[in-house]
């Protein structure tokens, strides 16, 4: 049953998302577009509260309250950026405004919107694990089950800080490099 409610959530997420871009631009609804826009939030309530009623109705915890936690994570750390970029796109498909900006290929802001990325990251990790925390301290004997995919989700993390740190490294070693260049010139 929790899956079920994950997956319609998910599925919510997106439809509450173009919903409320299909009011705000075609029908000419800002208010109304931004009521269903608000409403993409109460969508990781709906699945934290499912998450609680399983654990509380004596469900054993596992890997799908695992999801669930993972999804609300991700949802508080990237939600806002997503609704952003898919509300500048929607203004330029659907009320003709300005093509949205292309992110940068490289250089200072490439390295800063890495880095900014991976602390995104970093929340959602937050976030994802407190709840498996929580939800094992509910649940009473869950902490294996809860907190496996953490495990993973810590070498997802790593590797990504990794990858989104070289992007400073590589930027300054570019600039070091130039520098030097115009000394000898």
């Given at each position: ?157 790593v590797i990504d800080a990794f ?23």
């Amino acid at each position: 049953m929790l899956l079920a409610v994950i997956a319609g959530c998910e599925i919510g997420f997106w439809v509450l998302l173009a919903a409320g871009m299909v009011t705000r631009y075609l029908l000419k609804l800002p208010k109304v577009g931004m009521v269903l826009l608000a409403g993409v939030p109460l969508v990781d309530v709906v699945m934290l509260v499912a998450g609680v009623i399983d654990l509380r109705g004596g469900g054993e915890p596992s890997f799908k309250h695992s999801l669930a936690a993972i999804f609300i994570g991700v949802s508080v750390a990237f939600g806002h950026q997503t609704v952003t970029w898919a509300d500048s796109w929607a203004a330029h498909w659907l009320a003709g405004a300005p093509r949205p900006a292309k992110p940068p290929k490289g250089g200072r802001e490439r390295a800063r919107r890495e880095r900014q990325g991976w602390f995104r990251h970093l929340l959602a990790y937050a976030i994802g694990c407190g709840l498996m925390l929580g939800l094992g301290v509910l649940s009473g004997d869950g902490y294996d089950a809860l907190l496996g995919p953490a495990w993973t989700w810590t070498i997802v993390l790593v590797i990504d800080a990794f990858v989104s740190f070289s992007y400073s490294y590589t930027f300054d070693s570019g600039e070091k490099q130039e520098s030097r260049e115009k000394q000898t010139v």
